[in-house]
């Protein structure tokens, strides 16, 4: 199931989401005093004991999920964090507030680790049901399509926006700018083709990378101008360190930092606060992830009518 699955496009909607309607008068203006993402950005940043959770994995590569790593079981915290917080995966464009209607992210993958290396994107859809064994199977089955022996150019099989990337990056000077323009302009009003926004990584619920992989800590990366993402995170390198107890001894712990830059216009500061709740317990306690969603949260996005107070009988 997506969210709004069955939904019908009314006036106003977009064919990456649909217009939220039930806003209060501070929401409704913030767009229009902050026209811009970088105007609304706002840095969250956490460290989670992950020592329980390397055990976790430990256990699941041993037997149901052999290949299971960090990246992809924070990738699944996420994911249900959407379904349970259907809040932030709500998107600002021309100063309007829209619900995301798909539940998709995008990720950096190295062809290699040398500086000379292409780098390739994959953007995984998911569905509201799904368990951390789902999401590590559309993980897969998107790194699974890459050739890794070949350089991006080369590559017969290459992606969708692989091969839209390497088209406009051919356009001389001019027309590319012209290009970028008109893509840009479209949308701005919701105009460009389904089949753009669907291959599009700036047109995705979150951006997750993974600084760790190459030796560095957790940054504030940028959410783009252009498209329609308001979550990016970045994980860094795990850290050990030793806390004192309450008797007086120590206890060795595994730590990971986690940093985010989201958009505040999209939703406000206590969806964000409760997402990021979730999404720590749910890394340091990954067996809820085992199992569907207990009760899937749809975003409340239509206005309700107000019942009009009956006068009393007795004046």
Known sequence: MKPHEGRKRRWGDRKDGFRVRNIDPMTRLEPYIMPKKMDGWVLFEDEIDITQTEEFIRKMRLGEIPTLSMY???????????????????????????????????????????????????????????????????IQEEVGSIDM??????????????????????????????????????????????????????????????????????????????????????????????????????????????QFVVDERAADGFAYSVAFRKIRSYIMHPEALLSPPEKIEFDKIDKVKKKKKKKSDEE
């Not at 680790?113 to 199977?137: A, G, K, Q």
């Not at 994980?235 to 107890?245: A, P």
Request: charged content about 25%; proline content about 3%.
């Open 149 to 258: 022996n070949v350089s991006v150019e080369e590559d017969e099989n290459k992606s969708a926006i692989d091969g839209l990337e390497t088209a406009f990056s051919v356009l001389p000077d001019f027309l590319l700018s012209m290009a970028i323009g008109v893509v840009k302009f479209l949308d701005r009003y919701g105009w460009l083709p389904r089949k753009l926004t669907d291959i599009s990584p700036f047109h995705t619920s979150f951006f997750l990378t993974n600084m760790g992989s190459i030796g560095l800590d957790a940054v504030y990366h940028h959410i783009y101008e252009f498209g329609t993402l308001s979550v990016f995170g970045a994980i860094g390198r795990k850290r050990v360190c030793y806390e004192l107890q309450a008797d007086g001894s120590t206890k060795r712990c595994v730590k990971l930092k986690m």
């Open 72 to 138: 992809e079981l924070i990738f699944a915290a996420i994911v249900r964090t959407f379904v349970d917080v259907p809040e932030i995966n709500r998107f600002v464009k021309h100063s309007k507030l829209f619900s995301r209607n798909d539940i998709k992210a995008a990720m950096t993958v190295m062809k290699g680790m040398s500086r000379n290396s292409d780098r390739t994107l994959i953007i995984p859809r998911f569905e509201c049901e799904d368990t951390l064994y789902d999401v590590v199977r559309r």
